[in-house]
């Protein structure tokens, strides 16, 4: 229905990347905003506003979440939301 509204003929299923299910190693090397958004909610895909997005590919964000956990510890909201106190207006 997605693709259909575009005048796309697809169906509305989702499709997975074509990675053989390897991760790149660039999108592991920091904890971006929708890592962390992620992890917030737990990695709770029902209330994940990339799912409510209906978007055509399967989210891998867990598992995103979970390498980074491994390789770089708990995310740092300050640091991640680039907030720094020492900035002067």
Known sequence: MLFKSY???FDDEQFICQTN???SDSIVQNWTLSALECY???CN???CPITKAKYSFKCQMKHI???LLKTRGLPNEAEILNINN????
């Open 7 to 9: 005048g796309y003929d």
């Open 21 to 23: 299910g390897i991760i």
């Open 40 to 42: 917030k909610i737990n």
């Open 45 to 47: 895909c029902a209330i």
């Open 65 to 67: 979440v979970d390498i």
């Open 86 to 89: 020492d900035i002067v207006a």
